[in-house]
């Protein structure tokens, strides 16, 4: 059994590998999940970058630096570098760095298949940012990527549509993974109803992404066809519905966008409390909430398409449907506010970003309630109001958590503190910036500007210049944070290993930064 | 190697890599193909290697791990809880074609025959559609075709299908009460069934082809055919070679009545693609 001990010496004596292959053929959840953080970082920077670009073409009215093919290539990948690469990459990296710890296991379930979900991405964003120097450019038909539209593109088209397949194996893998660690890695006495909230979340997140990523994957799938293999599923002459792929994608679509948000929802649950210093209020309520959540998040999803001409009873349904979903959201918003009540708080940057993100999600979210009122949706659909409600729920929410939860755990992870004094100007200055750029969208779009276009009539003028101005600002906060980030992780004040007077959970209960291998015998649960 | 207190976690893994490099090349070769590219067809082939070279590596070192006593209890737990669940994402692949052909029969071509909402499309698009099942939609996109019946191939399909859902379970007793010869014949058997079910297959297509002008661009009913017999077609293929892999590994003398993880993987999926083939009878053959 010559292999048997060699493998059983190694496992115990190893430390990290030297250089770059350490993090090429890496298995440990710390690695990673620093991989997924600065890939998401990176993707961040690069969709921000597209961002910039759009609000530069909207500053004024007329066509000014880009021609409107390109604008509509960016507004799509900008959607698809965020959304793929940005949010998820990001919250699959908490997840690698937070939840073997969280639960008191020694690694992620199964490390090889971890490895394998990171690697992917870069790759599959090569791949998706390489059709901008395609014949016809990058995809330009939005992110929902719609036939007849998609399917008019160039050359770029197949590119994407395995770019998406390649980023859907990756999120399948990952969430798999996310399920046996947490089903299988539980030290003893970490009971489910114990668990963090933030392990809560992720283990919910991880079923809504094994059940409708294999989803867009098969709608891609007849996408791809249709144009290449002379299939008709989405088109009605031969008998297929071009509606057909907007009910398949939302289908998808729909989770999907509580997969961007459930884990934030975590993340300000574990650090509410923490600056309260009051344990969480409602515990229980927060899961059954977001089981809640979850379980209307697979029977709504026709309110993105109320002016297709659904029947009445689809357009009914939908739309009670989704005003459900205000319930189990409003028990979370109430229970964070409740937390708070009381607690003896204080501001420190990630706590600001938790508290960022309760006001502005909520506004997301009334938002979001009037969009569900179908008749009223005849109205604001495909308008800027659409883009404002989704950026409140995006930005302010699930990237404010991530912010959050980066300056929550960077001394942790680093063993350095930020700096206190920065992280508050990158949330202010952020914060002032972001409404500023994404409020005046809800009167725009409430005035009938329609999204993705790179020109307007004159009368929207005055507020795109103030949302470019916020734009503008908001995409330099961020450069900001990046220094701020790079700051910490060369130095600083030493991290404590409890690093917050009022944090509780396992993390803490570790070194600032924590061994390479955690909890590799499991810790005891009070 | 793990103890009962302490969990497997290999310290270092070259295939993932090896894995993305093929996969890139092996879609962006078929995505430069699909664009007419005369390079694509050698860059596919690279990646295929290099998945190939991936796979045999990657379960290689995995089964040697196995075989070496490296996984107990928990990582068992691990393999197994992971399998179902990468099960039940294979089911909603299929469930997105399932949902897309349901939703064709129930709502769209009834719509373009004039039924409830569609009565204006139908007035003023396509007024002589007929809204019946099989179609191949208002312009007869790929000309005049039969239906494929479900009582020739197809049911002999079926009873294949079904009769190897019976076989692997049978090599899955000779296996649990320690019976290797029942194993590996009935193992082999499952095997040869499974072959034969992707040639009967492949006959059916040529039929389809050559002689009833049915292909895949014969309107949405030539669409939902073949991409959901293909796929599940496939997803056979995959099955039967794992099973293949589970015989030979079988004929060497690996797994023990207590310890065979991938035995149960493969059958599982087996089942898998057993029970899609009856979705498949009912709704694509026979209804």
């Not at chain 1, 038909?141 to 008019?152: A, E, K, R, S």
């Not at chain 1, 249709?226 to 008709?232: A, E, I, K, L, P």
């Not at chain 1, 470019?468 to 030493?494: D, H, M, N, P, R």
Request: hydrophobic letters at 50%; proline letters at 5%.
């Amino acid at each position: 059994m010559a292999t048997a001990t060699a493998t059983h010496e190694e496992h115990h004596d190893h430390g990290p590998a030297k250089g770059l292959m350490r993090w090429v053929t890496t298995t440990n959840h710390k690695d990673i999940g620093t991989l997924y953080l600065l890939f998401a970082l990176l993707m961040f920077m690069i969709g921000g970058a597209m961002a910039m670009v759009i609000r530069l073409e909207l500053f004024q009215p007329g066509l000014q630096f880009v021609d409107p093919g390109f604008f509509n290539q960016m507004t799509t990948v900008h959607a698809l570098v965020m959304i793929f690469g940005g949010v998820m990459p990001a919250f699959v990296g908490l997840a690698n760095w937070m939840l073997p710890i969280m639960i008191g296991g020694p690694d992620m379930a199964l490390p090889r298949m971890n490895n394998w979900s990171f690697w992917i991405l870069p790759f599959a964003f090569a791949m998706l940012l390489s059709t901008f120097f395609m014949d016809g450019g990058a995809p330009a038909g939005g992110w929902t990527i719609y036939p007849p539209l998609v399917l008019q593109g160039g050359n770029g088209f197949p590119f994407m549509i395995f770019a998406i397949h390649m980023m859907g194996i990756s999120s399948v893998m990952g969430a798999i993974n996310v399920i046996v660690t947490i089903l299988n890695m539980r030290a003893p006495g970490m009971t489910l109803m114990k668990m963090p909230l933030f392990v809560w979340t992720w283990f919910i997140t991880a079923y809504l992404l094994i059940a409708v990523m294999p989803v867009l994957a098969g709608a891609v799938t007849m996408l791809l066809t249709d144009r290449f293999f002379d299939t008709s599923f989405f088109n009605a002459a031969g008998g297929g519905d071009p509606v057909l792929f907007q009910h398949i994608f939302w289908f998808f679509g729909h989770p999907e966008v509580y997969i961007l948000i459930l884990p934030a929802f975590g993340i300000v649950s574990a650090i509410i409390p923490t600056f309260a210093r009051k344990p969480l209020f409602g515990y229980s309520s927060m899961v059954y909430a977001t089981s809640s959540i979850a379980f209307l998040s697979f029977i709504v999803w026709a309110h993105h398409m109320f002016t297709v001409g659904l029947p009445l009873e689809g357009e009914l349904f939908f739309m009670y449907a989704t005003m459900l979903i205000a319930v189990p959201t409003g028990v979370k918003v109430f229970n964070w506010i409740s937390t708070m009540w009381k607690g003896s708080m204080t501001f420190e940057t990630p706590m600001l970003f938790s508290i960022g993100f309760v006001i502005m999600f909520t506004i997301g979210g009334f938002s979001g309630l009037m969009l569900a009122i179908a008749p009223a949706d005849f109205q604001y659909h495909d308008t800027y109001f659409v883009v404002a409600h989704f950026h409140y729920v995006l930005v302010t929410g699930a990237v404010y958590s991530i912010m959050a939860a980066a300056y929550y755990w960077l001394p942790k992870w680093t063993g350095n503190m930020y700096n206190e004094t920065m992280g508050k100007w990158h949330f202010w200055l952020s914060t002032i910036s972001v409404n500023v750029l994404f409020f005046p969208q809800h009167f725009l779009g409430l005035a009938g500007m329609p999204r993705r276009i790179p020109d307007y009539s004159v009368q929207f003028a005055e507020f795109n210049m103030w949302s470019s101005l916020g734009g503008f600002a908001f995409g330099l906060s961020q450069v900001f944070f990046c220094y701020i980030v790079y700051k910490t992780i060369q130095g600083g004040e030493k991290a404590t290993d409890q690093v917050w007077e009022g944090a509780d959970g396992l993390e803490w209960e570790l070194s600032s930064p924590p061994p390479y291998h955690s909890f590799t015998t499991p810790p005891k649960i009070k | 190697m793990s103890t009962d207190n302490t969990y497997y976690v290999p310290h270092s893994a070259k295939w993932p890599i090896v894995g993305s490099i093929g996969m890139t090349l092996l879609l962006g070769g078929f995505a430069g193909q699909l664009n007419g590219s005369s390079m694509a067809d050698n860059i596919m082939l690279v990646g295929l290697l290099v998945t190939i070279y991936m796979l045999f590596g990657w379960f290689g070192d995995v089964i040697e791990e196995s075989e070496s006593g490296a996984y107990n209890k928990a990582e068992d737990a691990s393999f197994r809880i992971g399998m179902v669940w990468f099960i039940f994402s294979e089911v909603m692949f299929f469930a997105a074609f399932f949902g897309a052909l349901y939703y064709i029969r129930v709502f769209s071509v009834p719509w373009l025959g004039g039924a409830d909402s569609g009565a204006a499309t139908h007035e003023f698009l396509w007024n002589s559609y007929e809204a019946i099942w099989p179609t191949n939609g208002p312009e007869a996109i790929g000309g005049e075709y039969q239906k494929m019946s479900a009582w020739g191939l197809p049911s002999i399909n079926t009873l294949i299908l079904l009769t190897s859902g019976v076989t692997v379970t049978v090599a899955h007793w000779g296996l649990v009460a320690n019976k290797r010869k029942q194993l590996i014949w009935a193992l082999a058997a499952t095997v040869a069934l499974g072959f034969i079910f992707v040639v009967l297959q492949a006959v059916e297509y040529g039929h389809g082809y050559h002689d009833l002008n049915l292909t895949m661009g014969s309107g949405v009913y030539g669409s939902t055919f073949y991409m959901l017999t293909g796929f599940h077609g496939f997803h056979v293929t995959v099955g039967a070679i794992m099973l293949a892999v589970v015989l030979v590994r079988s004929i060497k003398g690996h797994f023990t009545a207590e310890h065979h993880f991938a035995f149960e993987a493969a059958a599982w999926y087996w089942h898998f693609v057993d029970v899609v083939w009856l979705g498949l009878f009912i709704f694509v053959y026979w209804l």
